[in-house]
Structure formats: C-alpha cells, structure tokens
C-alpha cells in the first residue's frame, strides 16, 4: 500500500514522535507493586513502526479523495464516483475541468436562446460541424457545451458546477449516452433521465428537446444498436407533452439497408460534415417550433460519390 505524497511528512514526523515517547518511557508503574523496568528491544520494533504506519495512511486516507483544482477550488478525483454510475456525478481528469472552466467563462458572454449539451458528438459543431452551426445557429445565440468522452455522469457534475447557472435559455439540446455504452441499458437510461431532472431543476423555464441517442456501427446488426435501442424506447418516456420534446433522428444517418456510410460518419459513430448537414436537417423543423423561430438552412452540398479503387496496371510480360 502506498502513501499518498502528501502525507509522506506526516508520516515520518509521526514515527519521531513515537520513537521519542518509547525511548524515554522505560517504566510501567503496576498499582501496590514496585515499577518494573521496561526495554523497547528489537522485538518491539516493528510492532511500533507499524503502528505507526497505519496510523500515517488513516490520516491520509482522509485527504486523498480531493485535489486542488485551477484556482484553489478542491473538487473530487473521478475516483468519487468508482462504481461509474451513470446517475452520479463525477469529475473527469484536470485538462477536462479546464474545459469546463473555459465553458464557465463562455456562458459569461450570453444571453443565449439554444444551449447545446453533451459529449464529442455535439463538441463536433465546433469542428466539423462549425459551417453548418454558423449558418443555422448563431444567429439564435446558441451555447455549445459539448465535451469529447463525457458521459452521463460527467455531465451532472458539469452541471452541479455552475455551467449553466445564470443563464436563461428557450431550449436545451441535449444528446448524451452513447459513451455509457459499457453500463447496461436500465444504468443508462437511469444516467440520462437525471440529466434530464437536472436541467429541468436548474432551468425549470426552458424547454428540452431530447434527441434519441445516435445510432453507431457499419452494419444494422451491429450488437451495441440493439442495447441503444432499448435505452432510446426508455427515455422517450421522458417525453412530457410540454418542458422535454423527445426527438428520434437515428434514421436520417442510415442508408436503406440501415447501414451507416464513411460519408456520414467516418468511424461509424461521428458524424461528418455531411452528417452535420443531416443533423440540421433532420432536427430544425422541431428546434424551430420549440423556439417559435425560424431557423437557416443549411447550404453544404452532400459530398461526392467515393471513387472505385483503381485496379493495379496489369505487367507486360
């Protein structure tokens, strides 16, 4: 077992202190009998030391579940949440909390109307999706608060820290469990449903258009759709007729056969900047009405047809 750094000095000033108590303490004193002389030999010697080392990592143990985060703040390491429950918040590593200290910042420069909220695939807006969110969604003064690799969990304890105190948005777009993908689909749904109680406690006048969680994967058979799936039917649920609006999109980046193609998504599971185009596409006419605005088009052609490989010249013999 290790000792935390932290506490390797309190450790060895409490094994000083021990070897100074022992060394002098030579007597015990036994009521009605004469005091007997007392040696701490050898053998007493590593029955001391270790005490005196579980004494070190309790008192350390006390101190290890925080660090020190930008600015003095003390939040909890990821490890506060070691079960990975996706109802619980939890903090990733302290380049992602200088995300979400960035995104603090950001919701400063509002008002906003749209927020945006969720993992790499809304993070994308800001990368390959950035021309299609220019044109459709700036002009409604939206916020993008999405982070590469958070889950369900991350989220609550972005949204626990302040990302979106302050503000007053009409809607939140929220699509967000895809990372999840190893919990299984009760844990999941469990995970986005306290997302979605979240926002509606901290925001309770906006409304929330839940998008379905994408679909992933080449094939229509591939395993983790089915599981998606069912976590999909579940949260449609959530569904309330009035603050939170379930939207299924899924089917806008599948080809006939359910397939999904490289000129969507290049790694099956992040849309392209086509698929971004898909996205708007397929989303605006709802977002619109959420809003009771009208929202841009976009404009990006769909990318040309992929080139047949060309075959090897033939060798002349």
């Known amino acids: 077992m290790t000792v935390p750094p932290g506490n390797k000095q309190r450790k060895r000033s409490l094994i000083h202190a021990i070897r100074t108590v022992c060394s002098g303490f030579r007597y015990i004193f036994i009521p009605r009998k004469r005091a007997i002389p007392l040696r701490i030999s050898s053998i007493w010697k590593p029955v001391v030391l270790a005490l005196t080392l579980t004494a070190a990592l309790a008192t350390g143990a006390a101190g290890a579940d925080k660090t ?19 109802a619980v918040a939890a903090p990733r590593d302290a380049k992602w909390v200088k995300r979400h200290e960035g995104y603090l910042e950001e919701a400063k420069k509002g008002p906003y109307d749209v927020i945006f909220l969720g993992d790499s695939i809304t993070d ?16 409604l003064h939206t916020l993008n608060l999405g982070i590469g690799g958070d889950r369900t969990e991350h989220v609550l304890w972005r949204l626990d ?8 948005p009409k809607v939140v777009v929220l699509m967000i469990g895809t990372n999840n993908s190893g ?33 992933r994967g080449a094939e229509a058979n591939t395993p983790i759709r089915e599981k998606l799936a069912t976590v999909n039917t579940a ?20 080809n ?27 989303m605006n006419p709802t977002l619109a009405e959420m809003l009771g605005e009208k929202i841009t088009e976009p404009t990006l052609p769909p990318p040309a047809p992929e080139k ?9 013999k």
């Not at 003095?72 to 990821?78: D, I, L, S, V, W």
């Not at 820290?161 to 007053?168: C, F, I, R």
Request: proline share 7%.
């Open 183 to 215: 919990n299984t689909a009760e844990a999941i749904t469990r995970g986005v449903t306290a997302v979605v109680k979240d926002l509606r406690t901290k925001l309770p006048e906006a409304k929330i258009l839940l998008l379905a969680i994408f679909p």
């Open 161 to 168: 820290n302040g990302e979106v105190d302050g503000l007053k």
């Open 256 to 282: 006939d056969s359910g397939a999904i193609t490289k000129d969507v998504m290049r790694d099956f599971l992040h849309p392209s900047t086509y698929g971004y185009v898909l996205w708007a596409k397929a």
């Open 308 to 316: 047949a490989a060309a075959k090897p010249a033939s060798k002349t």
């Open 235 to 254: 949260i449609a649920k959530l569904d309330d007729g009035s603050h939170v609006k379930y939207l299924d999109i899924g089917k806008a980046f599948l």
């Open 68 to 86: 020190p985060a930008a600015g003095g703040a003390t939040t909890a390491k990821p490890h506060a949440n070691p079960a990975g429950d996706p």
């Open 124 to 139: 994308g807006w800001h990368g390959g999706g950035r021309a299609i969110f220019t044109q459709c969604y700036a002009p």
